[in-house]
């Protein structure tokens, strides 16, 4: 790496650690004992997912700072560093210390607690304001800190608000180191210290000994082999009935991860029993006693999670109440009002779309299904223009900031995102229910196929009696990343009206990208063949690195240099998967470095396994309604602080968001994205690889769904015979649920 830049890159174990058990600064130098101690100059590396550090160590009687390198959960600039171990000579990096085994303890010297305070690691003190500090109290400035903070303010340019700041940093520096020694020393990674410390606070250590099954819930990216691990270490027995109802319920929540409702109890059992290692006997004993005391509900063949089973029966009662009431509009007369919309819109509609308006004006739910192209748009725009007219007030939304957005863009109303409509907050839940429903005639929600149990249940108990509901999306589309198939199923119960458009627009049609999709959502091979002018293109490779190779020169030359895209906001990449060579985490490390190189002027950080640049693209792969950014958004970093360590992004030029060290697990690079994630979203331009390497994920309507997301160009990389097994597998993925059989029910 190259020094300057080498110097610049922000370790972030800087900005969450402290260690204060006293002791005074020495330094030895023998290889006869193999200790050293000195102070710590540079960070040079630390890798927090597992302690590997290379750190510059000045050593007293040494005129040069010596090469540590060894395991710490914690480093920090100013530290001192007793070392055990012995030197050694790398051939590539010369003279180096090998330690065994690190401790660190606070700087006692006033050079050192000047360099340790000015490392970023406390909120409100950078370099100057540290160098007042330690001129103004010396040696005693971490007992002001922690008792006296009010002295703090006799430093010139430290109010109450300063002082507060530094205080509350202190403090919780505190807490996540005590944190972040308990993981390391039971063999879990450290990088998630401070959001488990912003989960439990200062009782965050007791709440994991308690219960260290709880991390698995209650963390993201932990897991429960993650927690299992602590438990291990704290003496938990493998048999024990703690950890068997533990895993019970963490094979039902990894099973609603990919989208089931529910598993079959033999199912279950199975699956928990590999999980946990012990035998199937004592999983069912446990099992039965879940079940006893109603934490989970067995149910038609099923045993669910408490809230899923709840979700899937309320969504069926909700729909057969809704849809038993008839019309409260006015009466239309559905006639007239299609001859006069037609005039307003100066587009004659096609007999599909007629009867699609007719039913939205009669029926109290409606389902509006059909592929690109087919004029969902118009028919929801003469909709809503008829019963604009009567003075009916709909509200609009979808289930991703993306499609409301677009919503908006095509209905010139404003549309939001269900979370917003629902008023959800973190701290309190959904404001909107049954006990306080929306205030509308009309709810429209778009990219309903996007959907899962849980979102579907809160729409509908927060409806008001009165109130229409029209569902639009394609159901030949991925279903929902979270649990269930709910467009799907409604369709298929036949218990709601569906409007079906099939036919294709003239204009529609004489884009390849329309006619390939259809193409292959009726399960043949679009024509690969292409002319110039085309906006469908597919480039046949047959080895993974060829794919990879020309999937970086399309994005990063022949894209920008034939069509003026700029190949990091315009171009998307899409992929099956996130694991593999073609998968996300090796293609956006290609494209990083091809369209975003390390620059030796600016900022980095490295989190997580990620290295996170300004002018990054990237996604936020969860919900997170502290800062109104969800799962699925993708935004652009434009500026990264060096104290305290943070990354600032923008969120399609609309919105801000910043992200402190610790939550940058919430965000991946995003030049690559799953199929999965790009559900909601139009990109100006999709470039897809399609290998047999993505053999368990090609589907019909995975393919399906990446090509509809590409709005002015679409370009797919790849085998030939891969793009023809995804064609033939029209099987979508069995997900285990009984909506469906519920809603059929309701109805007999």
Known sequence: MHESLQTQRLDVAQASNFRYDGGVSSGRNSQEKSILEGSVERVTFHNEENGYSVLKVAVQGRREPATVVGNVPEVTVGETLEAEGEWIQSVEFGRQFKATSLRTRPPTSTAGIERFLGSGLIAGIGKTYAKKIVEKFGE????????????????????????????????????????????????????????????????????????????ARDIHGIGFQGADKIAQSLGIPVASNRRVRAGIQHVLEQSSSDGHSGLPREDLSAQSSEVLGVNCDLVETELERLLITGELIADDGLVYLGWLHHAEVMIAERLQELSSGGSTYPEIDSKRALEWVQGEIGIALADGQREAVTAA????????????????TTVLNSILKILGAKSIS???????????????????????????????????????????????????????????????????????????????GDADQLPSVGPGMVLRDIIESEVVPVARLTEIFRQAAASRIVTAAHAINAGKLPELRSPAESDFFFFEREEPEDIRRTLVEVVGHRLPGKFGVDPITDVQVLTPMNRNALGTRALNGLLQEALNPPDPMRWEVDRFGVTYRVRDKVIQNRNNYDKEIFNGDIGKISRIDSEPTQVIVDFEGERRATYEAGELDELDLAYAITIHKSQGSEFPVVVMPVSTQHYMMMQRNLIYTGITRGKRLVVLLGQQRALSMAVENASGGLRHGRLRERLRRWNA
């Open 361 to 376: 004006l009669c029926e109290k739910v409606l389902v509006i299904t059909g592929g690109p192209g087919v004029g969902k």
């Open 394 to 472: 709909p509200v609009l939304a979808a289930p991703t900031g993306r499609a409301a957005r677009r919503m908006a863009e095509s209905t010139g109303l404003e549309a939001q995102t269900l979370h917003r409509l629902l008023e959800y907050r973190p701290d309190v839940g959904w404001a909107r229910d049954r006990k306080r429903p929306l205030k509308a005639d009309l709810l429209v929600v778009d990219e309903a196929s996007m959907i899962d149990l849980g979102l579907m249940a809160h729409v509908l108990d927060a409806l008001p009696p009165a109130c229409h509901l029209i569902l639009v």
């Open 140 to 215: 005693d400035v971490f007992n002001i800190i922690e008792n006296q903070s009010a002295r703090l303010e006799e430093i010139e340019g430290v109010g109450k608000k300063r002082r507060r700041e530094i205080k509350e940093s202190w403090k919780r520096q505190k807490a996540v180191h005590r944190i972040m020694v308990f993981l390391y020393e039971h063999g879990i990674s450290t990088g998630r210290a401070l959001r488990i410390y912003k989960t439990y606070g200062e009782d965050a250590e007791q709440t994991l000994k308690n219960d260290p099954y709880q991390l």
